[in-house]
Each structure stands twice: as structure tokens, then as C-alpha cells.
């Protein structure tokens, strides 16, 4: 008998005021996978992030974390249990990184000697040199290392499970390219569940297990990018066009020679 999901979400609705922002939305998130959720501005893609941890609550359906009816779990509980990395970082900006990182393990009563030991730890699970970023403010530091800060918290509390909201959309091609990969590398190694809100379908072919797409509230489909070329739906069909176009355009305009 398969487990039961680490996420699942059952016939999901959810309006604000006239605006039906999800419209009976299904989709499971397995152990271990790395699941993208990609559509357009609007399309309810946050909407359905924020149900996990209850920053938003549903009209109807069922949401289920670790099996667990989220209704039935205090929503200050889930969110210690589920890490959560904002699209600018989310960092506080008058907190030193160290303090940022610490936060949640403050709040669950760690001592202090133990968060210092566990955000040295962090820090090098991120790729940050220790000396050169502990004591900085987050208005010192790139965007690309603001974000790695912003995972390195998400994971201060050994979650099992981390969202994602846009978080490498604000970066240079280069630098979202290389904070994809070591997240990739990291939800591996540690064993996490993922779910990432890209606009980007590239970056959810690149990174993800499997990739849901969303428009106006709908699932429209979901699967592995080998699936979804073959769930015959329009919109998701031009969502792969792209990225397959740009392969293409690729290929032909630089030299093999020069693919170092
Ligand atoms: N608190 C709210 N009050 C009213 N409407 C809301 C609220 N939150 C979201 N909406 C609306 O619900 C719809 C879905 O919003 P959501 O933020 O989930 O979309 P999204 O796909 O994440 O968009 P984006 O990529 O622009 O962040 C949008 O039309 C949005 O305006």
C-alpha cells in the first residue's frame, strides 16, 4: 500500500471575496520529491503554498501534512515544522545573519551556545564563509547570498519539508543557476520534501521531480516534464514550447567547441 503523502491536497477550493483563487485543486507531494509549481501572475500558485502551513485556510477540501488533517494541528506548530523561503530572502533587516538563521531555534528555547554551533553549521551547509558573513546585516550582503540565508534559516529547525516562493526569480542567470543546483544538492542530502513556485518552466525542468502548472486557479496538469508533454493540454504544451525553443536556438548559435 503506497504512504500516505508528505503534502496533500484534496479537492482544494479557496475564494477571496468574488475571486475564486483555487478551484477543486488535488495533487500530492511524495517523500523526498521535488515537486514546481508553475503558471502565471494570479494563477494561485502562493495561494496554494500558503494552505500547507495555514498562512491561508481553505474553503473546502482537504489538506494533509505528514498525514496529518492541517485543521486538526496549531498553525504555529506546522510552521516550525515546515521551513519556508521567501521570493527577497524575507530576511529581518535589523537582524544580523546569525540572528536571522537562529530565530526559529530561539523560539523553540535552544540554548544559545547550541544556535551558534547550529548556524556555524548552516552557514557551510549554504556555502557561506562563516567570518566573512555571521555579523553582517542583510543590507551587506548580494542577492544571491540573501537567499542563501533565507534557506539556511528555513532549514534551522530541521524541518522535513520546505516551500519555496519564487526564490531565485530576482537573481542574475548565473547566480540562480548556481543557488538551483546547490538547493538541488541539499534536498537531496538531507532528505527533504520541496515545493517550489517558479514562474520559469526552464527552472522547473532543470530542478524538479515532477512540475504542477496552474492557470486561474486550476491544476491544469501535473507530472514528470516527460508526462506533462504528453497531458495534451494547450497551455501546458506552450509552457514546454519555450524553454524547448530556446534549447534549440541554443544549439544551433553556440559552437560545440566552446561548451566547456
Ligand atoms: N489576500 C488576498 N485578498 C484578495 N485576493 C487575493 C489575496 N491573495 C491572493 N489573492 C488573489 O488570488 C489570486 C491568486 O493569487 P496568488 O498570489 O495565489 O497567485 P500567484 O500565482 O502566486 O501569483 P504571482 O505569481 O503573481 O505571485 C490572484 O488573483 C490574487 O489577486
Request: charged residues 25%; proline residues 5%; glycine residues 10%.
Amino acid at each position: 500500500m503506497p504512504s500516505s503523502p508528505m503534502i496533500g491536497y484534496a479537492h482544494v477550493t479557496k475564494s477571496f471575496g468574488s475571486l475564486m483563487a483555487l478551484s477543486d485543486v488535488s495533487l500530492d507531494v511524495a517523500e523526498g520529491e521535488f515537486v514546481a509549481i508553475v503558471g502565471g501572475s494570479g494563477s494561485g500558485k502562493t495561494t496554494l503554498l500558503r494552505l500547507a502551513n495555514r498562512l491561508i485556510e481553505a474553503d473546502g477540501g482537504t489538506i494533509t501534512v505528514e498525514g496529518e488533517d492541517v485543521r486538526d494541528v496549531d498553525p504555529v506548530a506546522l510552521r516550525r515544522r515546515i521551513g519556508y523561503v521567501f521570493q527577497s530572502g524575507g530576511l529581518f533587516p535589523h537582524l544580523s545573519v546569525a540572528d536571522n538563521i537562529g530565530i526559529t531555534p530561539r523560539l523553540l528555547g535552544v540554548s544559545a551556545a547550541d544556535i551558534a554551533a547550529r548556524v556555524d553549521e548552516l552557514l557551510e551547509l549554504v556555502q557561506l564563509d562563516r567570518a566573512a558573513h555571521r555579523d553582517r546585516l542583510p543590507e551587506a550582503l548580494s542577492g544571491g547570498q540573501r537567499q542563501r540565508v533565507g534557506v539556511a534559516r528555513a532549514l534551522a529547525a530541521r524541518p522535513r519539508i520546505v516551500l519555496m516562493d519564487e526564490p531565485f526569480g530576482a537573481l542574475d542567470p548565473l547566480t540562480r543557476d548556481a543557488l538551483g543546483d546547490d538547493y538541488r544538492s541539499l534536498h537531496r542530502k538531507l532528505g527533504l520534501t520541496t515545493v517550489m513556485i517558479t514562474h520559469d518552466m526552464t527552472e522547473a525542468l532543470l530542478l524538479a521531480d515532477r512540475i504542477a502548472v496552474m492557470r486561474g486557479g486550476q491544476l491544469r496538469a501535473q507530472g514528470t516534464p516527460d508526462e506533462l508533454t504528453r497531458s495534451g493540454d494547450a497551455y501546458v504544451l506552450e509552457l514546454l514550447r519555450t524553454p524547448r525553443r530556446q534549447a534549440d536556438r541554443l544549439n544551433a548559435l553556440l559552437p560545440q567547441s566552446g561548451a566547456a
